[in-house]
């Protein structure tokens, strides 16, 4: 006996006429607001910092990181992998959760899928400038060059550069196609004639078609099906940077589904601190309901029980192991110099988000906001943990180091949430953040089985 | 008759309407027209006479199109143009490049899904003589539309009106071209 009543996904009393004007009135009719001038004042802020740690880095090279031998791989290394990581849960939601049949995902795909693009447009950045020298990374293409050279297709990194540009490629497909029935609606809905042009344009002429709806639903049916199995071979293909090298922690096969349940993770705790402000600023609190803020955290909950088991399958099996050098980097993770970083993974990653179980929690914006930040921060620290300590006491103790990022390390990683926040500014004032076309089926079909 | 004349375009309110004059318009024995909406209409467009279309064939083609190419770079490179021994081990190591075949197998029949989906629908085609009736800004928005074209064997522009009148509409127009 359930007394319970399901929360709606959409507040009553709304038809296709009021979701249209709603959504597309944040773009056309809302003026310029103090908040989100002085958002995007900020954020523009840190991009210019970006900008100028990225100028510095190319003139005088990554010795001024604090990468060095033994620790080579730095936080160039752990961003890339943490911003790939939120990435994940765009695509798990517009693509995994459609094929599910999900209906929930309707109102969040859209923000979801930008906030996919614009991670990784921050993700790509981070090899490329730990390169050293980013100006010939396409070297690491199959081109017909006159050093008569190919890539090593046994290296992972090589994997990572395919799977890296196809899950971008795709993402971007993915989401301009979603969006072009969208830009239609704007286009006429626009007022001024530039700025229909301009719709107009990014539109290709849609116009609703019965015959062009019937293919747009089959390609995005094939493209999320496509999408499924690209975003899980993503981080598994990243995992394996790790998990190929002999390192003492890192050479471990369950790194491909702790990573993408990870990055799961992570994305959709970087969903619900995206969500939650918008939902506040934009009064968008019918779209994006309570009921989506708990369905987000029941996946957190769910991935971050994954990730525990990850964390304690990798400390039996370093004791299981018997290998001396995989029990000390266990020991030296959780008593070494860099003890406070795992114990603060585990707090973020493990203890904090037990607080889902609670339906109290879940149905709490501010709560799920402070908990999906924490996890934010857990799931970088935990990558910090996996590349740093891993490296920084391997076999031999003559070549052990100490790691600490420098100033212009932490200045990149800060700058870097000004590009994506810059970008997603943007987007929210210039793009439909919620798709428009697909909430109007969900209003139809919802007043359909009401009747 | 006006030689300049697309079609004649009806508007309807509800999508049951719009579904529901396109099997009567089929009925009849029209064939050239188009149903318009602001989201998809299950069953429209198989009442126009749509049958299936080879999206899915394509995505398939393009994705073998990938598997191939992939799997014949990596393969021609490291066995044929620069054979490279790594301590006696097979050149020809073919796990190794499954994850790039998989990579490009997806970007291809990604991009022939989406190259494949605008070029059957003719798109971008900014123009079409749709636009040109007022009304229609609100097909991408609220309302149903249903065109006969002037072009159809059955034409005759009195009896379209009638036809398209007969089934409750908000408005019909004559569409220039």
Same mark, same amino acid.
């Given at each position: 006996?359930?007394?319970?009543?399901?929360?709606? %996904?959409?507040?009553?009393?709304?038809?296709?006429?009021?979701?249209?004007?709603?959504?597309?009135?944040?773009?056309?009719?809302?003026?310029?607001?103090?908040?989100?001038?002085?958002?995007?004042?900020?954020?523009?802020?840190?991009?210019?910092?970006?900008?100028?740690?990225?100028?510095?880095?190319?003139?005088?090279?990554?010795?001024?990181?604090?990468?060095?031998?033994?620790?080579? /791989?730095?936080?160039?290394?752990?961003?890339?992998?943490?911003?790939?990581?939120?990435?994940?849960?765009?695509?798990?939601?517009?693509?995994?959760?459609?094929?599910?049949?999900?209906?929930?995902?309707?109102?969040?795909?859209?923000?979801?899928?930008?906030?996919?693009?614009?991670?990784?447009?921050?993700?790509?950045?981070?090899?490329?400038?730990?390169?050293?020298?980013?100006?010939?990374?396409? /070297?690491?293409?199959?081109?017909?060059?006159?050093?008569? %050279?190919?890539?090593?297709?046994?290296?992972?990194?090589?994997?990572?550069?395919?799977?890296?540009?196809?899950?971008?490629?795709? &993402?971007?497909?993915?989401?301009?196609?979603?969006?072009?029935?969208?830009?239609?609606?704007?286009?006429?809905?626009?007022?001024?004639?530039?700025?229909?042009?301009?719709?107009?344009?990014?539109?290709?002429?849609?116009?609703?078609?019965?015959?062009?709806?019937?293919? !747009?639903?089959?390609?995005?049916?094939? %493209?999320?099906?496509?999408?499924?199995?690209?975003?899980?071979?993503?981080?598994?293909?990243? &995992?394996?940077? !790790?998990?190929?090298?002999?390192?003492?922690?890192?050479?471990?096969?369950?790194?491909?589904?702790?990573?993408?349940?990870?990055?799961?993770?992570?994305?959709?705790?970087?969903?619900?601190?995206?969500?939650?402000?918008?939902?506040?600023?934009? @009064?968008?609190?019918?779209?994006?309901?309570?009921?989506?803020?708990?369905?987000?955290?029941?996946?957190?909950?769910?991935?971050?029980?994954?990730?525990?088991?990850?964390?304690?399958?990798?400390?039996?099996?370093?004791?299981?192991?018997?290998?001396? !050098?995989?029990?000390?980097?266990?020991?030296?993770?959780?008593?070494?110099?860099?003890?406070?970083?795992?114990?603060?993974?585990?707090?973020?990653?493990?203890?904090?988000?037990?607080?889902?179980?609670?339906?109290?929690?879940?149905?709490?914006?501010?709560?799920?906001?402070?908990?999906?930040?924490?996890? @934010?921060?857990?799931?970088?620290?935990?990558?910090?943990?996996?590349?740093?300590?891993?490296?920084?006491?391997?076999?031999?103790?003559?070549?052990?180091?100490?790691?600490?990022?420098?100033?212009?390390?932490?200045?990149?990683?800060?700058?870097?949430?000004?590009? !994506?926040?810059?970008?997603?500014?943007?987007?929210?004032?210039?793009?439909?953040?919620?798709?428009?076309?697909?909430?109007?089926?969900?209003?139809?079909?919802? &007043?359909?089985?009401?009747? | 008759?006006?030689? @300049? %004349?697309?079609?004649?375009?009806?508007?309807?309110?509800?999508?049951?309407?719009?579904?529901?004059?396109?099997?009567?318009?089929?009925?009849?024995?029209?064939?050239?027209?188009?149903?318009? &909406?602001?989201?998809?209409?299950?069953?429209?467009?198989?009442?126009?006479?749509?049958?299936?279309?080879?999206?899915?064939?394509?995505?398939?083609?393009?994705?073998?199109?990938?598997?191939?190419?992939?799997?014949?770079?990596?393969?021609?490179?490291?066995?044929?143009?620069?054979?490279?021994?790594?301590?006696?081990?097979?050149?020809?190591?073919?796990?190794?490049?499954?994850?790039?075949?998989?990579?490009?197998?997806?970007?291809?029949?990604?991009?022939?899904?989406?190259?494949?989906?605008?070029?059957?629908?003719?798109?971008?085609?900014?123009?079409?003589?749709?636009?040109?009736?007022?009304?229609?800004?609100?097909?991408?928005?609220?309302?149903?539309?249903?065109?006969?074209?002037?072009?159809?064997?059955?034409?005759?522009?009195?009896?379209?009106?009638?036809?398209?009148?007969?089934?409750?509409?908000?408005?019909?127009?004559?569409?220039?071209?």
């Amino acid at each position: 006996m359930n007394a319970e009543v399901e929360e709606p %996904l959409v507040a009553s009393g709304y038809d296709s006429a009021s979701v249209t004007q709603k959504i597309t009135d944040i773009v056309l009719k809302c003026p310029l607001q103090r908040g989100w001038l002085g958002g995007f004042a900020f954020a523009f802020i840190l991009l210019m910092l970006f900008n100028f740690a990225i100028a510095w880095v190319l003139s005088k090279g990554v010795g001024i990181w604090g990468v060095n031998i033994p620790v080579a /791989w730095g936080f160039a290394i752990v961003n890339f992998v943490w911003w790939i990581g939120i990435g994940h849960a765009g695509t798990f939601i517009s693509a995994i959760l459609l094929l599910l049949h999900q209906d929930w995902r309707t109102s969040i795909n859209r923000f979801a899928e930008a906030m996919t693009l614009f991670a990784l447009a921050c993700a790509g950045l981070f090899p490329l400038l730990h390169l050293g020298r980013p100006w010939v990374f396409y /070297w690491l293409l199959p081109y017909p060059d006159t050093m008569d %050279l190919w890539p090593q297709w046994r290296s992972a990194l090589v994997w990572d550069v395919f799977a890296v540009g196809t899950y971008l490629t795709v &993402s971007i497909i993915f989401w301009y196609i979603g969006l072009i029935p969208d830009l239609a609606t704007m286009r006429d809905r626009a007022e001024r004639k530039p700025v229909q042009l301009i719709y107009g344009v990014l539109s290709l002429g849609w116009r609703g078609s019965a015959r062009h709806w019937k293919r !747009f639903h089959m390609t995005y049916l094939l %493209l999320a099906g496509l999408a499924t199995p690209l975003v899980l071979s993503v981080h598994s293909v990243v &995992s394996t940077d !790790f998990a190929t090298a002999i390192v003492p922690g890192w050479h471990s096969t369950i790194f491909p589904p702790y990573f993408v349940a990870g990055a799961i993770f992570s994305g959709f705790a970087m969903v619900l601190t995206l969500a939650i402000p918008i939902r506040k600023f934009y @009064n968008l609190q019918d779209f994006i309901t309570i009921r989506h803020l708990d369905n987000s955290a029941k996946v957190m909950l769910a991935t971050a029980l994954m990730v525990s088991y990850g964390y304690i399958s990798e400390g039996f099996m370093s004791w299981y192991s018997d290998d001396k !050098f995989e029990i000390y980097m266990t020991l030296n993770r959780m008593f070494g110099p860099y003890a406070p970083a795992y114990w603060l993974l585990i707090f973020c990653n493990v203890i904090v988000p037990q607080a889902l179980w609670f339906k109290r929690i879940r149905t709490n914006p501010a709560a799920l906001f402070i908990i999906a930040l924490l996890v @934010n921060v857990g799931m970088w620290t935990e990558r910090y943990v996996i590349v740093i300590t891993s490296l920084h006491r391997d076999f031999m103790p003559s070549a052990w180091g100490i790691f600490h990022g420098t100033r212009w390390d932490w200045m990149t990683l800060i700058g870097s949430f000004g590009l !994506f926040a810059t970008l997603f500014f943007l987007f929210l004032r210039v793009l439909p953040s919620i798709s428009i076309s697909e909430m109007r089926d969900l209003v139809h079909k919802k &007043s359909e089985s009401s009747k | 008759m006006n030689e @300049n %004349l697309h079609g004649i375009m009806a508007e309807f309110r509800e999508p049951e309407q719009l579904l529901n004059a396109v099997r009567a318009a089929y009925e009849v024995g029209y064939r050239k027209m188009d149903a318009y &909406s602001p989201y998809v209409v299950e069953g429209v467009a198989e009442a126009l006479g749509f049958k299936k279309t080879r999206l899915p064939l394509l995505v398939l083609l393009g994705g073998i199109a990938g598997a191939v190419t992939a799997y014949a770079m990596q393969w021609y490179s490291a066995v044929i143009d620069y054979p490279l021994n790594v301590g006696g081990r097979p050149l020809h190591s073919w796990p190794a490049f499954v994850p790039i075949t998989f990579e490009l197998t997806v970007l291809f029949a990604a991009l022939a899904g989406a190259i494949g989906m605008l070029a059957l629908n003719g798109l971008p085609k900014l123009h079409h003589p749709v636009f040109n009736a007022p009304q229609f800004k609100r097909a991408s928005q609220t309302r149903f539309f249903l065109c006969i074209e002037s072009d159809d064997h059955n034409f005759r522009l009195d009896e379209v009106r009638d036809f398209l009148q007969s089934r409750n509409p908000i408005s019909v127009t004559e569409v220039e071209k």
